[in-house]
């Protein structure tokens, strides 16, 4: 099929849809809109799940294979596992790790922890993290990554994702660990999100996590495909996750989260084929969205093009029942995951092309 660049100057008028609905990443509830909301997707477009593609969330669509999980661990109450923390601090290379319920738990959490803060989030970036700072009512300044010199010294609490969602953009850990020595000497935080990290273990700050003023986020979800499993892990000094431990109560991983963790953090020839399979795939959408689309950054897990690609884009897309996620206010643009099938980089590549096309 001979490939031409959507003319995102004009498309958003001159295509045959109907307005896109505006679905804002933080509705008037203060709800944040997820990506991998499938069912929103077909209440507004009909068809069934299995009609669907959905590219909406990053999750790797290749998840680990699940082991079969031992009757206790639906009976029992969830002993904490010493076997799931080793793992993690294995693979995760940190010398100390507090497994929670998906890095959400820690991300609402974490505010609760400090008096009145002024905090800085490097933005765009997870909405959820400006949302539950301000929730618990700190006071919030979202900032561009050029900004950071200028704010790192007049707030107490500096956060970023790294790499960034949905940009992709990327910071060394030099840099990182350089702010994060500002911060702690007048007793500030740099919480370093690194959900979508495990492409790329160099990144990572999670080896110095216990250097004061460090908090890193680490998710199962992401590279492992393995959302629903509800487990991450958060890397600090010993008095921060003693509080956070405190403050989310007993038995927050489940015994089969348990048991799962347990199985593919320890997986190493999993692991390692997955990277190359990830990477490859990463590749290929890359070169597939750059045929049609303007610049587009990302991981191997998602790929992000930034106005003006047009909700349009997004709408069209919708009505071929192909889901992806919707940036509408600050971000401004269209994030990418992964297709799963061969039908499906063939439907993705097809469904782009019957967009408007530009000269």
């Known amino acids: 099929m001979t490939a031409h660049r959507i003319n995102t100057e004009n498309s958003g008028t001159g295509a045959k849809t109907s307005p896109a609905t505006d679905i804002s990443e933080i509705t008037g509830t203060g709800v944040v809109t997820h990506g991998g909301n499938l069912r929103q997707a077909i209440a507004q477009y009909g068809g069934d799940p299995a009609d669907w593609m959905d590219l909406s969330t990053g999750i790797n669509p290749h998840a680990y294979p699940a082991p079969p999980i031992a009757a206790d661990a639906w009976h029992r109450l969830p002993e904490p596992d010493a076997r799931l923390v080793d793992a993690a601090c294995a693979y995760y290379r940190a010398p ?76 060394t850990p030099d840099l990182l660990l350089a702010w994060s020595q500002r911060l702690a000497s007048r007793n ?53 996750l003693e509080r956070l431990a405190a403050l989310l109560g007993p038995w927050a991983i489940s015994g089969p989260a348990q048991q799962v963790g347990v199985a593919a953090l320890s997986d190493d020839a999993w692991q390692r084929d997955m ?76 469904s782009l092309a019957g967009f408007q096309i530009g000269a």
């Open 96 to 171: 100390v790790l507090l497994p929670v319920a998906g890095t959400q738990a820690a991300i609402q959490a974490l505010p609760r922890l400090r008096a009145h803060s002024r905090v800085a989030i490097v933005s765009p970036t997870y909405a959820e993290h400006a949302l539950r700072w301000r929730e618990a009512a700190h006071a919030v300044t979202e900032i561009s990554p050029a900004d950071i010199d200028i704010h790192i010294d007049h707030c107490d609490v500096l956060v970023i994702c790294n790499p960034n969602n949905p940009t992709g953009h990327r910071t």
């Open 188 to 240: 500030g935080w740099l919480v370093v999100d690194e959900a979508f990290g495990d492409m790329e273990p160099a990144l990572s700050v999670a080896a110095h996590c216990q250097q004061p003023g460090l908090i890193v986020l680490r998710s199962v979800g992401k590279f492992f495909g393995l959302a629903g499993l509800r487990l991450g892990f958060v890397g600090a000094v010993p008095v921060v």
């Open 275 to 350: 990277r190359a399979r990830l990477a490859d795939d990463g590749l290929r959408l890359r070169q597939l969205l750059a045929q049609y689309l303007p610049a587009t950054s990302g991981t191997d897990l998602f790929q992000w093009c930034a106005a003006p690609v047009p909700t349009a884009l997004h709408e069209h897309l919708a009505r071929h029942h192909i889901w992806v996620r919707l940036f509408p206010n600050a971000a401004r643009g269209l994030r990418w995951g992964l297709p799963a099938a061969k039908s499906d980089w063939a439907r993705l590549d097809l």
